[in-house]
């Protein structure tokens, strides 16, 4: 019993002493050796934390190395160099490859007009120089101080008609028709009109230049004729197609003659009127000789009463669904019509396919305020549209059938009957469309009508000059009498 005591005493024996002795007790310190004491053991930390960063080393700059490193060395600056390079290649390849496409691409191409084809000629009726001279100005002097005026316009072609007797001319040159003036009258005319910048054109209609009697010499004294007027600085001559100079043969001549004062700038032309529904043609023995540069047609048919409303439509569909390509036409009004009509043919006349050749009885006179007179104002208007607007000049032509409503409750009219018409005059991406309310009645647009057409346009001008701004083309009511040209 003391052995034992003694043995647990010296911690030699017993269980206690064993655990706190050896390499893999509980307790124990690796290695083999004993802990200093117990508090030790307990008072150790069972998760030791990472050590706080220095808040200065943290936010210290990177260098150059640094930054190389982190975003993956000089191999991707390199890569960064070339992928901007390689951008820069695409987007010049795509801008090219554009340009390539649009030059390429087929578009209209305008074809080079002759002066006539450009100009509006008008014609200076027999009238105008009798009354001026009445009132005492000299009919010849009235028109040279009106030439500015007349230019200021747009004119560029004057039409002198009713100059010459038929008793005199050919045969002599120095003799004119005494109610107009004398041939050095005629001749500053000629001259000022072209200081003007206005070409001027003689009428030779009906005046019986070959006679019955010997051919061979009339025609050489026409053409004698012909080539004194030129020299004077004539830019061409009128005839009918039922003179007898309106032949191949006596063309022909004439066109000898225009050769000896044409030139790249300036060239002399011939227009014929006319007369009947169609032009006879002139059978020539070489396609490329063209003898007849324009023709002068006439919207109405001639009548010695004033045409109806249905008449002047029908006469107006006529002459749009029959319209020959293969000439260079010059619309005039021709027949009587109401004065309500008068603007509604102008806007007609402006924007068909040719050269309008607009009479003096039908609109300008200098005495009046162009803001005044809604006809002059109108007219201007025109004018400017047409040199403004391409489809005016090359462009294509589209007659247009199409329905209306009418909007008065009292019509007897049936939609096959109104006296309504439009047609499009088409340039590229332009399109203008010219509407024309020839009746007494107010008419509005079906809307199913013409469905390929835009839903909106823009007016241009109307013959109200009461017209502008956008405007929707199904909720557009026409006026009596009214024509309007709207552009999409």
């Known amino acids: 019993m003391e052995q034992t005591d003694k043995e647990v005493a010296g911690g030699t024996v017993g269980t206690p002493g064993r655990m706190n002795a050896g390499d893999t007790g509980y307790g124990g310190v690796p290695g083999g050796k004993q802990a200093s004491s117990a508090g030790d053991s307990e008072a150790a930390p069972l998760l030791v934390p990472e050590p706080e960063a220095d808040p200065a080393k943290h936010w210290k700059p990177m260098s150059?190395?640094?930054?190389?490193?982190?975003?993956?060395?000089?191999?991707?600056?390199?890569?960064?160099?070339?992928?901007?390079?390689?951008?820069?290649?695409?987007?010049?390849?795509?801008l090219t490859i554009s340009i390539v496409i649009i030059v390429m691409s087929p578009h209209p191409v305008a074809a080079p007009l002759k002066w006539w084809q450009k100009s509006l000629f008008y014609r200076l009726q027999p009238s105008l120089l009798t009354g001026a001279q009445a009132k005492g100005s000299g009919g010849i002097n009235a028109i040279c101080e009106q030439l500015p005026y007349l230019r200021s316009l747009g004119i560029g072609a004057l039409i002198l008609e009713g100059l010459f007797d038929e008793?005199?001319?050919?045969?002599?040159?120095?003799?004119?028709?005494?109610?107009?003036?004398?041939?050095?009258?005629?001749?500053?005319?000629?001259?000022?009109?072209?200081?003007?910048?206005?070409?001027?054109?003689?009428?030779?209609?009906?005046?019986?230049?070959?006679?019955p009697h010997d051919l061979s010499r009339n025609t050489a004294t026409i053409q004698h004729a012909l080539r004194f007027w030129l020299e004077q600085g004539a830019a061409g001559f009128v005839i009918c197609d039922t003179d007898a100079a309106y032949?191949?043969?006596?063309?022909?001549?004439?066109?000898?003659?225009?050769?000896?004062?044409?030139?790249?700038?300036?060239?002399?032309?011939?227009?014929?009127?006319?007369?009947?529904?169609?032009?006879?043609?002139?059978?020539?023995?070489?396609?490329?000789?063209?003898?007849?540069?324009?023709?002068?047609?006439?919207?109405?048919?001639?009548?010695?009463?004033?045409?109806?409303?249905?008449?002047?439509?029908?006469?107006?569909?006529?002459?749009?669904?029959?319209?020959?390509?293969?000439?260079?036409?010059?619309?005039?009004?021709?027949?009587?019509?109401?004065?309500?009509?008068?603007?509604?043919?102008?806007?007609?006349?402006?924007?068909?396919?040719?050269?309008?050749?607009?009479?003096?009885?039908?609109?300008?006179?200098?005495?009046?305020?162009?803001?005044?007179?809604?006809?002059?104002?109108?007219?201007?208007?025109?004018?400017?549209?047409?040199?403004?607007?391409?489809?005016?000049?090359?462009?294509?032509?589209?007659?247009?059938?199409?329905?209306t409503s009418n909007s008065s409750s009292n019509s007897t009219l049936s939609p096959s009957s109104h006296p309504m018409l439009a047609f499009l005059r088409s340039w590229g991406c332009v399109h203008l469309l010219i509407l024309l309310n020839a009746g007494p009645e107010l008419h509005s647009l079906d809307p199913a009508w013409a469905p390929s057409l835009p839903e909106h346009g823009v007016f241009v001008t109307s013959t109200g000059m009461d017209r502008m701004g956008s405007t929707p083309l199904n909720a557009l009511e026409l006026q009596p009498y009214e024509a309007v040209v709207i552009k999409f």
């Open 64 to 94: 150059k190395p640094e930054l190389e490193a982190a975003a993956g060395g000089p191999g991707w600056r390199k890569m960064r160099c070339y992928a901007v390079v390689l951008f820069w290649l695409v987007w010049v390849a795509m």
């Open 167 to 211: 008793e005199v001319f050919p045969s002599n040159l120095n003799e004119t028709n005494e109610r107009f003036g004398t041939l050095p009258q005629i001749q500053h005319l000629i001259a000022e009109s072209n200081k003007t910048g206005l070409k001027m054109l003689l009428d030779l209609c009906e005046l019986n230049l070959l006679g």
């Open 247 to 403: 032949s191949v043969k006596t063309l022909m001549g004439w066109r000898d003659v225009f050769k000896e004062f044409n030139s790249d700038h300036e060239e002399r032309i011939m227009v014929v009127k006319q007369t009947g529904d169609v032009l006879p043609l002139l059978n020539t023995t070489s396609k490329n000789v063209k003898l007849v540069d324009v023709v002068m047609k006439s919207i109405l048919p001639s009548s010695r009463h004033h045409l109806s409303a249905h008449e002047v439509a029908a006469a107006i569909k006529t002459q749009l669904q029959t319209r020959e390509e293969d000439i260079w036409p010059s619309w005039t009004i021709g027949g009587k019509a109401s004065h309500n009509l008068k603007k509604l043919l102008l806007v007609l006349m402006m924007t068909l396919p040719g050269s309008p050749a607009v009479q003096h009885n039908y609109m300008i006179d200098q005495t009046q305020d162009s803001k005044t007179n809604s006809t002059v104002a109108l007219f201007s208007s025109l004018s400017d549209s047409r040199a403004r607007e391409e489809a005016l000049l090359y462009g294509s032509f589209t007659f247009l059938p199409y329905n």
